[in-house]
């Protein structure tokens, strides 16, 4: 068998994936408004369905979901231009609709999906706090022995998500992510880039 044989596609039981997106938010610590990353959406997405698999979009909160503008290829920074997958997604009126009408994570079936992605984006880190829900999600994805994983600032709910006994999910572990001082520079460039723009 090869690695591209290694995960195949049965027509009679495709693999499913829930993606989960932040749901619009205010930075505390800029006032601007933040949400998901699109290439931490897009990418996963078209490798999933390239694959075969059924992917469904869903959010703490379900609803309208709204991205960080830098991540957005037609933003006038440039920052994302070069991005053609979320640009390509972003242009389909069938997949952007999918981000305006997101299902609530307190709707996603453990037993029906096969793993869990939670995207980042700076929303995760003033909203994942009380996504009570997708925090049990993630923990009962991970202890069913299933894919639970979280991507860039989605690992925001790492700080929050326990298991029954109450112990943190990620007690014990190693954990990548950005550190402080990375998010200190990221505020000060993003602050820099506002000003440029005025």
């Not at 039981?13 to 990353?37: D, M, Y």
């Not at 992917?55 to 830098?70: K, Q, T, Y």
Request: aromatic residues 10%; glycine residues 8%; hydrophobic residues 40%.
């Amino acid at each position: 068998m090869s690695v591209r044989d290694a995960n195949p596609v049965n027509a009679r039981k495709p693999r499913r994936v829930a993606i989960v997106i932040a749901n619009p938010a205010v930075s505390t610590t800029t006032g601007w408004p933040v949400g998901f990353w699109w290439s931490e959406l897009t990418h996963p997405w078209f490798a999933f369905t390239e694959r075969g698999y059924q992917v469904e979009i869903f959010s703490p909160d379900g609803g309208r979901c709204e991205a960080d503008a830098l991540s957005d290829p037609r933003d006038p920074s440039g920052y994302s231009e070069t991005d053609l997958i979320s640009l390509g997604f972003i242009s389909s009126p069938k997949l952007s609709a999918l981000v305006d009408n997101t299902r609530p994570a307190a709707e996603i079936d453990v037993e029906r999906f096969d793993a869990i992605v939670v995207a980042g984006g700076q929303s995760p880190m003033f909203t994942y706090e009380r996504a009570t829900d997708l925090q049990r999600t993630f923990v009962a994805f991970h202890e069913a022995g299933k894919v639970a994983a979280a991507l860039c600032h989605g690992t925001a709910i790492l700080r929050y998500a326990r298991r029954d006994d109450g112990t943190l999910l990620a007690a014990g572990k190693t954990v990548t992510g950005f550190a402080n001082v990375e998010e200190d520079f990221a505020d000060n460039a993003t602050w820099e880039m506002g000003a440029l723009e005025r």
